[in-house]
């Protein structure tokens, strides 16, 4: 016996079979205990559904020509890559490495914080920095971004 599930030995919650109501414009509509059996989904379409995504196949292994194309797009990926991002960082690091390393007594800098002193004291790791009245800084050598001219700072 086919219930209002559409698949055999299942039957309706009230254990009555499925039926429809006539309306006066004669189309069936199901009743409360479930959609009629012609409108169920038979069990044999789920079978096609799932065979048909087993009767799909892998698609072929790509040929050495595609991967020898692959090889040539990556070189001048790398090569822009290079000339883009890590060249300009790395003359950027150098400069920064010159100016710190070049640093004297009575410069005028900028620190990355934005204060503006003249060095007073160097040290190897530390610079102490006057940045007005009697005020004196401790600062990483690193914290220095810019050298400014002589006569800066009044």
């Known amino acids: 016996m086919v219930g209002w599930s559409g698949y ?8 009555g079979s499925t039926s429809t109501a006539r309306f006066e414009s004669g189309a ?12 169920a989904i038979p069990e044999d379409f789920a ?3 799932i065979s048909s995504a087993y009767a799909q196949t892998a698609a072929p292994a ?11 797009m990556l070189i001048p990926m790398f090569a822009i890559m290079y000339f883009l991002v890590i060249r300009p960082q790395q003359k950027r690091a ?3 490495k010159e100016l710190i390393a070049g640093l004297a007594k009575g410069d005028e800098i900028v620190t990355t914080g934005g204060v503006i002193g003249r060095i007073s004291k160097l040290g190897e790791s530390y610079v102490h920095i006057e940045t007005g009245g009697n005020v004196e800084l401790q600062i990483q050598r690193s914290a220095i971004v810019q ?8």
Request: aromatic letters at 6%; proline letters at 13%.
């Open 28 to 39: 069936a509509a199901p009743c409360r205990d479930g959609p009629p059996a012609s409108q």
């Open 62 to 72: 790509a040929a050495s020509a595609s991967d020898n194309s692959f090889l040539f």
């Open 47 to 49: 079978v096609f559904l």
């Open 8 to 15: 055999p030995g299942v039957e309706s919650p009230r254990g």
């Open 147 to 154: 050298v400014l001219p002589k006569g800066t700072l009044k």
């Open 94 to 96: 150098k400069e920064q």
